[in-house]
């Protein structure tokens, strides 16, 4: 969810029940560790609906995929069919047009995953143009990811 950064002490007052003495605490640390405010904001929102261990595994799992940059345990598939090149992937199976490729790519946000480690960090290769978007071949198995953190496996 984007926040702006000034609205992050209104939500604390307004939205959960945090007293007045702890949230000017978390104010002043705020300039050291702008991150660990807001998710201190998302935890107790979320404790606060959903309770303390869905606040804990929503936090466990943003660490995962935010922080430590680790791929997910669970990856949505997508066929490889008759597409053979990454560019005719993001055409024919997600219907994206040259427009939006070339934004993915201009934005780093298109990125084939090399090497998942055994604690689930990734390396990958950045896309960095349309033309290497276009020549690049994919023969299944490979795993795209797409923008901050979709990622999708190609099957065969």
């Known amino acids: 969810m984007l926040l702006l950064d000034e609205l992050i002490p209104q939500?604390?007052?307004v939205y959960t029940e945090i007293d007045a003495e702890?949230?000017?605490?978390f104010k002043s640390e705020y300039n050291n560790d702008p991150i660990s405010f807001k998710k201190r904001?998302?935890?107790y929102i979320t404790?606060?609906?959903h309770g303390t261990p869905e606040a804990e595994d929503a936090e466990k799992d943003f660490d995962s995929?935010?922080?430590l940059k680790r791929i997910p345990a669970e990856i949505p598939g997508s066929p490889l069919g008759d597409p053979k090149t990454l560019d005719e992937l993001l055409r024919k199976n997600f219907n994206q047009k040259t427009n939006n490729i070339r934004d993915l790519v201009s934005n780093q946000a298109l990125a084939?995953?090399?090497k998942v480690n055994e604690d689930g960090t990734y390396e990958e290769i950045l896309i960095n143009d349309l033309q290497q978007?276009?020549?690049y071949n994919l023969s299944g198995g490979e795993i795209v990811r797409w923008g901050k953190n979709k990622f999708y496996k190609i099957t065969n």
């Open 41 to 43: 904001l998302a935890y």
């Open 133 to 135: 978007a276009k020549a």
């Open 65 to 67: 995929k935010k922080m």
């Open 112 to 114: 084939i995953v090399t």
């Open 22 to 25: 702890q949230i000017n605490k």
């Open 47 to 49: 404790e606060l609906f």
């Open 11 to 13: 939500w604390f007052e």
